[in-house]
């Protein structure tokens, strides 16, 4: 018995071992977020790429018809409303049968095609082939959700601290996009406002879009040492600028006549435009954590992209698979890059959310949202790995506490409040090999010195579709 036993505890400390080898640690998570997709509508041109990955070609509307999921271009001239509203009518108190009650918006010249919620992006032309080449290589969540059931400003809210609560321990979440949508935040105009929503989901309230909480910005400042981050963006009052509307890292100034970000959060780490990501890459100036946000025309988003996204993203993954120059092993080997979506866009998308709200009552009426897809890739991915474990943007900031506790920072939770990375599956299924893989580059219609060579104005989010 006691042979038995020795046995079995000696079993138990070498399966313990195995998988703290497992949990590889990075010195950089780079994460890229695009914008407005769901799995069935990216991906839906070829349901069956991936053994294990979860597709439908057809949907259920509300009048109990399945609908055939069609092509539609990736620059789309329309787009679809996806408010919180627009959640609830396609969600439909989880029979997933309302996404023909969610509105269309589109300029007079466009044709507006049947069935408008019901489409996949057309790859006929291969222009999402680096998506699918990345998901078929290396890792692919298949049951990515959103956190919050709504559009892209609380989104990216929760994609840097977990919350788009206002205040620490508010159980309210701004809920829609102010109607400003590039002066946003805390750069606001003074009658601005966003609309927030109680725990049963109503929302009954609306406040300036300035807010005060933890972010995960925070728990990296202090650590010990501090781990450096940078927040690459096109502009600073976009929605989609995250750390605008967190009033202790925009600290708002009014200098020259303007109201600008002035504290040294956002002096010291946020980077306009975010193509000078590639020329830190080039340089060897990556931080241990980067946030990268597109501008519209490589943004995915319906109706403002003009089809760069896929490029976009494989320029930066390129850049860090080639940047054999930086460090011993270039930067390869050391770094996790995460690619997600930070809304469903109002398309359709057959997986309900995993659950709503959580034991205790933290994110009733708002969270989880919609499916979103959600790319895993490194030198320690298995090909093809498919993960079926729910995760949610949470699940990034968790990844991050885990991936750098060993270098002074904290295992969650990002404040003294409750927020998403403290109910989240983490993410490190996705990284078990022990001997790292070769980077071959990915082939894409655009290398990075299109994007270093853009001139202009970055082109803003288009907000139509995601008002009320």
Not at 62 to 78: E, F, H, N, R
Not at 116 to 140: E, M, R, T, W
Not at 228 to 242: E, V
Request: glycine share 8%; net charge negative.
């Amino acid at each position: 018995m006691k042979r038995t036993t020795s046995c079995l505890l000696a079993l138990l400390a070498l399966s313990t071992t195995l998988v703290h080898a497992q949990q590889r640690k990075f010195n950089h998570v780079v994460i890229i977020v695009q914008e407005n997709r769901t799995v069935d509508n990216l991906f839906g041109s070829n349901p069956t790429f991936e053994p294990g990955v979860d597709i439908a070609t057809s949907g259920l509307n509300s009048l109990g018809q399945q609908i055939p999921l069609t092509p539609v271009a990736l620059a789309s001239c329309y787009d679809l409303n996806h408010a919180h509203v627009a959640f609830e009518q396609m969600y439909d108190n989880g029979k997933m049968d309302g996404a023909d009650k969610i509105r269309v918006g589109a300029s007079e010249t466009c044709q507006v095609p049947a069935n408008p919620q019901f489409k996949f992006v057309d790859n006929s032309k291969g222009i999402l082939d680096p998506y699918f080449l990345l998901a078929s290589q290396y890792g692919f969540a298949n049951r990515m959700f959103q956190t919050n059931q709504g559009p892209s400003f609380p989104a990216h809210q929760f994609l840097i601290s977990g919350t788009s609560a206002p205040s620490t321990f508010s159980n309210l979440f701004a809920a829609e996009n102010p109607s400003t949508i590039n002066t946003a935040g805390c750069l606001a105009p003074a009658t601005e406002t966003v609309t927030l929503i109680d725990p049963k989901g109503k929302e009954t309230s609306k406040i300036y879009p300035c807010f005060e909480h933890p972010t995960m910005t925070d728990l990296l400042d202090d650590a010990t040492p501090a781990i450096g981050w940078k927040y690459y963006t096109p502009s600073a009052g976009s929605i989609w600028t995250a750390p605008n509307a967190i009033a202790h890292m925009c600290v708002p100034r009014v200098q020259g006549g303007n109201l600008v970000c002035a504290g040294r959060p956002w002096v010291d780490h946020v980077v306009i435009p975010q193509s000078n990501v590639l020329t830190d890459i080039q340089n060897c100036r990556l931080p241990p954590v980067s946030w990268i946000i597109p501008d519209g025309t490589a943004s995915d988003h319906a109706r403002t992209n003009k089809g760069l996204g896929p490029a976009w993203v494989a320029s930066i993954v390129n850049a860090i698979g080639t940047a054999n120059h930086c460090g011993k092993f270039g930067y390869w080997r050391d770094t996790a890059i995460l690619i997600t979506w930070d809304d469903w866009g109002g398309w359709y998308d057959h997986v309900p959310p995993y659950r709503i709200g959580q034991p205790g009552g933290w994110g009733s009426g708002y969270v989880y949202g919609f499916r979103v897809p959600l790319l895993v890739v490194s030198a320690y991915t298995p090909t093809g790995f498919v993960s079926n474990d729910p995760h949610d943007f949470g699940s990034i900031l968790n990844f991050l506490e885990t991936n750098f506790a060993q270098k002074g920072i904290p295992l969650g939770p990002i404040g003294p409040g409750t927020y998403a990375d403290v109910y989240a599956k983490d993410l490190l299924t996705f990284f078990t090999l022990q001997t790292p893989r070769q980077f071959h580059n990915i082939p894409a219609s655009h290398a990075a010195e299109f994007f270093l060579n853009q001139t202009g104005p970055p082109v803003p989010p288009d907000d139509d579709g995601d008002d009320n």
